[in-house]
Nanobody
Framework: QVQLVESGGGSVQAGGSLRLSCAAS??????????MGWFRQAPGKEREGVAA????????HYADSVKDRWTVSQDNSKTFMYLQMNSLKPEDTAMYYC????????????????????WGQGTQVTVSS
């Protein structure tokens, strides 16, 4: 099954930047037919989708809260996904998770797939004011 490992989290001041990485391995299905996404969960809040990329076409999707600030991308081998986070805000503080779901991002992509997706262990992002 697919294994995902996130890295790149940390602490930063408001207005700063971080780049998260998600390393994927163990694909048993067509690597060009996954919706790869980033979700986050802050204490006391539900997990929410913030960005996604379809491995086939490279099409990207963003939550309104991060649009124009962040960029999701993948490498040519489809084994790495990145989230470039600029202009970070204190409200971006959360645990960030990488998820892979078979098929396109028309699920819709922002709906938590729960056990229907492969999840990483998460990486913490803390933004101070």
């Amino acid at each position: 099954q697919v294994q995902l490992v996130e890295s790149g989290g940390g602490s930063v001041q408001a207005g700063g930047s971080l780049r998260l990485s998600c390393a994927a391995s163990g694909y048993t299905y067509r690597v060009y037919d996954y919706c790869m996404g980033w979700f986050r969960q802050a204490p006391g809040k539900e997990r929410e989708g913030v960005a996604a990329v379809y491995t086939g076409s490279g099409s990207t999707h963003y939550a309104d809260s991060v649009k124009d600030r962040w960029t999701v991308s993948q490498d040519n081998s489809k084994t790495f996904m990145y989230l470039q986070m600029n202009s970070l805000k204190p409200e971006d503080t959360a645990m960030y998770y990488c998820v892979a779901v078979k098929g396109t991002c028309g699920g819709p992509w922002w709906r938590d797939p729960g056990a229907g997706g492969y999840w990483g262990q998460g990486t913490q992002v803390t933004v101070s004011s």
